[in-house]
């Protein structure tokens, strides 16, 4: 089975400064690892992933995250926040190993930039 | 636009009546999926389709929902005897098969409200 979870209901943040959104996973082979982003009445926007390769995954917007085999995690960080980064933020995950083409979502993570 | 294409964006509907939502996915993604989203949670997979084969269904897919792709371009959902617990965002999204572990592209839903 696979599994995402995010430990914070709500991040807030000054703009300005740097921001993490946390991410752990539970797969029973590889990881393939998503970030996606949903506006009010917009649909899922995909940020980054993380197939193989370099632990640091750059992506839109400015955002970037950084895979760590060893502690299962993978956390969703900008050096830097801006007040239009409020928004409601989901990891998700696919076990590579199993064929399975679904991605379990976490239960998300809403992030909130006060100017 | 060229994004995935949800319609209707909202539907109300009496408990008991049937609903059909139909998907358009991005021209020449060759996978198609369905996830439904409920307030403060994130997306559960429904089922993928693969050109015109429905390839997996997870066991929220109740005998009364079913989903067809019949030419490998657009999709329906429809939902039977409709029960409140169905009230919920319906999402699709789309990807591209021939590049291995591509991420999925979102539409901006159906909102479902049974009453």
């Known amino acids: 089975a696979q599994s995402v979870a995010q430990p914070e209901d709500q991040v807030n943040v000054a703009e300005g400064n740097p921001l993490t959104v946390k991410c752990t996973y539970s797969?029973?082979?590889?990881?393939?690892l998503f970030w996606y982003v949903q506006y009010p009445n917009r649909g899922l926007q995909f940020l980054l992933k993380?197939?193989?390769?370099?632990?640091l995954v750059k992506g839109s917007y400015g955002f970037e995250a950084e895979f760590n085999k060893s502690q299962t995690s993978f956390h969703l960080k900008k050096p830097s926040a801006l007040v239009s980064d409020s928004a409601l933020y989901f990891c998700a995950v696919r076990d590579s190993d199993t064929g399975r083409r679904a991605l379990t979502f976490g239960s998300g993570t809403r992030l909130q930039v006060q100017p | 636009d060229t994004g995935v294409s949800q319609d209707p964006r909202h539907k109300i509907t009496k408990r008991g009546q049937n609903v059909t939502f139909r998907c358009d996915p991005i021209s020449e993604h060759n996978r198609l999926y369905w996830y439904r989203q409920t307030l403060g949670q994130g997306p559960e997979f429904l089922t993928y389709f693969q050109n015109e084969a429905q390839l997996e269904k997870s066991r929220l897919l109740s005998d009364r929902f079913s989903a067809e792709r019949p030419k490998g371009s657009f999709s329906t959902l429809e939902i039977q005897r409709t029960e409140q617990g169905d009230s919920a965002m319906y999402l699709c999204a789309s990807s591209l098969v021939r590049q291995l572990n591509t991420e999925a592209f979102f539409g901006q839903g159906t909102r479902l409200t049974v009453v």
């Open positions: 797969v029973s082979g590889n990881p393939y």
């Open positions: 993380y197939i193989t390769g370099d632990n």
